[in-house]
């Protein structure tokens, strides 16, 4: 009986291994197998093509090759390592299970690879499970490198157990309508959520041809309208913004006037701008030094003021690999020497992808040290009273995830965000995803903002390229200049929570200047407020626009922009009417500017008018 027992675990035994066996590739194994050749000619093209690191290249060999003999172990492991260093990450965990199966040595990291399959899979448990296989496989001189690696991953795999065991609201979904077969990333948007701005390699960019190193079209910059709470079908931007290169969207401001792009063929890849004129770009220029560098800055954002901008370096001094820094524009038009945003943003690896929101408040950027799950996850951190940022927080899953999720922007309402990400469920190879987040009452969750916007206009209803000036009346400093488009007449401001606001719409030549006043120190939502502007000419009896409070003593910024216009206009006289006391404080400083020919007339009321005296 034992004998009889000890021959049935053989036999079963026998055909276990036999089932695992490791399959050679030589002709010898194939008997009566057509296509042996193809396939072992396809398998050492693979491996060429793997050596060299040419993974998308290696894969379509391998791939052939597998199909002829799934068994072989070096074949199944560069093969999942091929794709564990493309975009198709996930698919490598059946090649390397059966790898590990078929031949548990066959390299000496296959387990730390498997268990980067686990985790791009999103079985965090297994894959912590595997990596702590590597680490105890390792001798004391090879855990010395590995260990710090070993326990970031592991790391990655405790907060992948913790954020998909806590979800995220936001609803993400894959934007189909813009993305296409090939990679579609880097999405901006203008503040009003209209437009957006993306780059995209597919078939049919400038030049149409392929970049070798990595076998996809050049990079151009597309842009999509959205109508109707749908985005159109995606549109060339075309020259002078897209060349034969490459040319990437970096940010865009809120107006959607001002646009930033990179180009990485010089000086170790530098930030362009251009500015919309009407309805056209104008050529792109790179931003001057101390923004660019001999080194890498791929990434930016321009805060509401359109002088401070934020954006990604890997200069010495820093630091990580990649940092956040900070430098605003100065009244000479030089940019201030860049300030790193410090240890509590940046970390020792990797941070990319920067957004500011209109709010001035809140920093969206995406970072490898921070918590993360693996790869790129995207972060925001609050800016304190104290001008202190906020420990960054992790915007959860399942908008992150174990692979790289990058350029997060939103608009200036905070209902929706927009960033790239590699889904199984993906158009393309790199896709573009909306956040939509649900309505809510909570003052965490709102943008705190007041977003002015319209069209300027004149009487006869054309439309106007104007200077905008924007003023913080109680500080009495001057916060930022803008202008409006001249082909829509459209303009856009984003006016933070907590200011008393000023805004001066400096028309050109005989156009009377518009004054726009909002008291923002007590409005901490998000508020929508549409203005549009008719500017008055002086030879009418069109009086400028005041609003009620305005031309006080606070207002006095606000006041010199239509001094400097009185004097542009000296030939005329004109009347001040309102209340008592504004009008005497106002001759009282219109006498000091050396302003003369205004009357003054005392009506009563809270308005203030000036109007041409005929």
């Known amino acids: 009986m034992k004998i009889f027992t000890a021959i049935i675990s053989f036999f079963f035994l026998t055909t276990f291994i036999n089932a695992q066996t490791n399959v050679e590739f030589k002709r010898s194994n194939f008997k009566g197998k057509k296509g042996f050749s193809k396939a072992y000619s396809a398998f050492l093209d693979g491996r060429d093509a793997y050596e060299q690191n040419v993974y998308y290249e290696a894969i379509q060999d391998l791939e052939k090759a597998?199909?002829?003999?799934?068994?072989?172990?070096?074949?199944?492991?560069?093969?999942?390592?091929?794709?564990?260093?493309?975009i198709y990450k996930a698919k490598a965990l059946n090649y390397l299970k059966k790898a590990v199966e078929l031949d548990p040595e066959i390299s000496d990291d296959i387990y730390f690879k498997l268990a980067e399959a686990y985790q791009y899979n999103y079985k965090f448990k297994e894959a912590k499970k595997e990596y702590y296989h590597f680490k105890v496989s390792l001798d004391p001189e090879k855990l010395y490198d590995w260990d710090s690696v070993i326990t970031k991953k592991m790391d990655e795999c405790d907060v992948g157990i913790m954020l998909m065991a806590n979800p995220t609201n936001g609803m993400v979904v894959n934007l189909k309508t813009i993305n296409?077969?090939?990679?579609?990333?880097?999405?901006?948007?203008?503040?009003?959520?209209?437009?957006?701005?993306?780059?995209?390699?597919?078939?049919?960019?400038?030049?149409?041809k392929m970049d070798y190193n990595d076998m996809q079209y050049y990079e151009d910059i597309y842009y999509s309208v959205k109508k109707n709470y749908r985005w159109g079908p995606p549109v060339n931007v075309g020259p002078p913004i897209n060349t034969k290169r490459h040319d990437a969207t970096v940010g865009i401001s809120t107006d959607g006037q001002i646009l930033f792009l990179y180009r990485g063929e010089y000086n170790g890849g530098d930030i362009y701008y251009s500015i919309m004129r009407d309805s056209s770009w104008t050529t792109p220029k790179p931003l001057p030094a101390p923004i660019n560098t001999k080194y890498h800055e791929n990434s930016a954002s321009i805060a509401y003021d359109n002088r401070t901008l934020y954006f990604i370096s890997n200069r010495p001094g820093g630091i990580g690999g990649k940092d956040i820094y900070m430098s605003v524009l100065q009244d000479d038009s030089t940019w201030s020497e860049p300030v790193n945003l410090g240890p509590t943003i940046n970390t020792p690896y990797d941070e990319d992808?920067?957004?500011?929101?209109?709010?001035?408040?809140?920093?969206?950027?995406?970072?490898?040290?921070?918590?993360?799950?693996?790869?790129?996850?995207?972060?925001?951190?609050?800016?304190?009273?104290?001008?202190?940022?906020?420990?960054?927080?992790?915007?959860?899953?399942?908008?992150?995830?174990?692979?790289?999720?990058?350029?997060?922007?939103?608009?200036?309402?905070?209902?929706?965000?927009?960033?790239?990400?590699?889904?199984?469920?993906?158009?393309?190879?790199?896709?573009?995803?909306?956040?939509?987040?649900?309505?809510?009452?909570?003052?965490?969750?709102?943008?705190?903002?007041?977003?002015?916007?319209?069209?300027?206009?004149?009487?006869?209803?054309?439309?106007?390229?104007?200077?905008?000036?924007?003023?913080?009346?109680?500080?009495?400093?001057?916060?930022?200049?803008?202008?409006?488009n001249g082909k829509t007449g459209y303009y856009a401001i984003s006016l933070p929570a907590g200011h008393l606001y000023g805004v001066v719409f400096s028309g050109t030549g005989y156009y009377m200047p518009y004054i726009e006043e909002v008291d923002n120190r007590n409005n901490f939502k998000f508020t929508d407020q549409k203005t549009d502007i008719i500017l008055s000419m002086s030879q009418t009896e069109y009086p400028i626009h005041v609003s009620a409070g305005e031309l006080a003593v606070e207002s006095y910024p606000i006041v010199d922009e239509i001094i400097k216009f009185l004097k542009a206009n000296s030939g005329n006289s004109y009347i001040v009417e309102g209340s008592k006391s504004k009008t005497d404080a106002l001759k009282k400083y219109f006498t000091q500017k050396g302003v003369a020919n205004i009357e003054y007339n005392a009506i009563g009321g809270g308005e203030v008018v000036l109007k041409l005296n005929k």
């Open 180 to 208: 296409s077969e090939y990679s579609d990333y880097a999405p901006i948007v203008t503040g009003d959520g209209k437009v957006m701005y993306f780059t995209s390699r597919r078939k049919g960019t400038t030049g149409g």
């Open 353 to 484: 992808g920067v957004f500011i929101h209109p709010d001035n408040r809140t920093l969206y950027f995406s970072s490898q040290g921070h918590k993360t799950m693996g790869g790129y996850d995207i972060f925001f951190s609050v800016r304190g009273k104290d001008g202190k940022w906020s420990e960054p927080q992790n915007l959860g899953y399942p908008i992150n995830t174990p692979d790289d999720d990058v350029f997060f922007v939103t608009t200036a309402s905070g209902k929706q965000g927009y960033y790239t990400s590699v889904r199984i469920d993906g158009t393309g190879m790199k896709d573009i995803f909306v956040i939509n987040y649900p309505s809510t009452d909570n003052d965490e969750q709102t943008s705190k903002l007041t977003f002015l916007h319209g069209k300027v206009t004149d009487k006869d209803s054309i439309r106007h390229h104007v200077m905008i000036h924007l003023y913080d009346l109680e500080s009495k400093k001057k916060l930022g200049d803008y202008f409006s």
């Open 66 to 86: 597998h199909k002829f003999n799934p068994d072989n172990a070096e074949l199944n492991y560069m093969l999942g390592d091929c794709y564990l260093h493309t």
